[in-house]
């Protein structure tokens, strides 16, 4: 019970640093969104290097406050504690997309994708494919509370 009590109390004190932080957007685009849900409506995007403070924390997700005053949820890949600083001239094309971030989290990227299927005999030709399909977020949110897929959809 102690060891609950203390972990708890530690939990919260990490919070509360996390609130009120100034962080920094570490990819080229992120999107500022109403709910924090990939499927949450876009509120904004945010470019790289801009500066947010931390209003609330929970599941990956971060409640941020922008300089220029709007609010919204932005997925925690997406941020940096480092403050990140343009120099005129600078190019950010080579900066991450906020889906690299995502996969590069997980360990994925395009030389480990390359690697697997040099070491399978797998026909990648049908997932290949499958990545080019898209479907509007209506449809997707739509699909998820058909399901009741509870904690999706927030």
């Given at each position: 019970m102690?060891?609950?009590l203390?972990?708890?109390?530690?939990a919260f004190?990490?919070?509360a640093?996390?609130a009120?932080?100034?962080?920094?957007?570490?990819?080229?685009?992120?999107?500022?969104?109403?709910t924090p849900?990939?499927?949450?409506?876009?509120?904004?995007?945010?470019?790289?290097?801009?500066r947010?403070?931390?209003?609330?924390?929970?599941r990956g997700?971060?409640?941020?406050?922008?300089?220029?005053?709007q609010?919204g949820?932005?997925?925690?890949?997406?941020?940096?504690?480092?403050?990140?600083?343009?120099?005129t001239?600078?190019?950010?094309?080579?900066?991450?997309?906020t889906?690299?971030?995502?996969?590069?989290?997980k360990?994925?990227n395009?030389?480990?994708?390359?690697?697997?299927?040099?070491?399978?005999?797998?026909d990648?030709?049908?997932?290949?494919?499958?990545?080019?399909?898209?479907?509007?977020?209506?449809?997707l949110?739509?699909?998820?509370?058909?399901?009741?897929?509870e904690?999706?959809?927030?």
């Open positions: 102690k060891r609950l203390i972990f708890l109390i530690l004190f990490a919070l640093l996390w009120g932080s100034m962080m920094s957007v570490q990819v080229s685009t992120a999107q500022l969104r109403g849900s990939f499927l949450g409506a876009i509120a904004a995007e945010l470019a790289y290097g801009d947010v403070e931390v209003l609330e924390s929970g997700w971060f409640r941020v406050s922008t300089e220029s005053g609010s949820w932005i997925q925690e890949s997406a941020l940096s504690s480092k403050k990140i600083v343009l120099s001239g600078g190019d950010i094309s080579s900066g991450a997309s889906e690299e971030v995502a996969l590069a989290g360990g994925f395009e030389d480990v994708e390359r690697e697997y299927r040099a070491q399978t005999d797998l990648f030709t049908w997932v290949d494919r499958m990545e080019t399909f898209g479907h509007p977020a209506e449809e949110v739509a699909f998820l509370k058909d399901g009741d897929l904690g999706v959809i927030e």
